[in-house]
Every structure is written in C-alpha cells, then in structure tokens.
C-alpha cells in the first residue's frame, strides 16, 4: 500500500480507483492490496506498540522511522517488485 501511495501521483491514484471500479476483475485485486496493506500496517503498530515507551515523542520518533523505512525499501526495491508482479 505504501508504494503505491508513494510511486503515484494523485491523478494516477484516482484514474486507477476509476479503472477497478469499471473492470470487474481488477476490483479484487485492488481490495486484496488493501487489505494485504492495512495488515501490514495493523503489525507494525501492534509491534511498535509493544516498546517500552516513554510518551508520546518516542512513539512519533518510531513511526517516523518506520515510515521513512517503508520509503526506503520501496527507492531500492519497488520497482522490481511492482515489475515482477505485472504492475
């Protein structure tokens, strides 16, 4: 989920809403990504909010990296993997 929101502007992301709910077989896809996405993102802050805190700055400081992270693998990896995947 994070790729796509990253790799496309928002025009794309609306045109490419359009397309799913047009073509019936790409609109399960699209909900698979989603939810795939949503759990991905669910774990992470189940995980992260497993540390030992101490407020609400550490906290911010952790899903900042965790973000900057995702942006990270996605610069070295998210084309490969969106071309492997036919996307």
């Known amino acids: 989920m994070l790729w796509d929101l990253v790799s496309r502007s928002p ?4 045109r490419d809403c359009v397309t799913a709910f047009r073509s019936l077989r790409t609109l399960p ?5 989603l939810l795939v996405g949503t759990i991905f993102a ?3 802050l189940v995980l992260v909010a497993q540390l ?6 550490t906290f ?6 965790v973000f900057l992270g995702g942006l990270t693998v996605d610069a070295l990896v998210g084309d490969d993997i ?3 995947i036919g996307l």
Request: aromatic share 0%; glycine share 12%.
């Open 60 to 65: 911010g400081i952790l899903a900042t990296l």
């Open 42 to 44: 669910a774990l992470a």
């Open 52 to 57: 030992p805190l101490d407020g609400a700055r």
């Open 11 to 14: 025009r794309d992301i609306v």
């Open 82 to 84: 969106r071309a492997g």
């Open 29 to 33: 896809i699209c909900a698979l990504r």
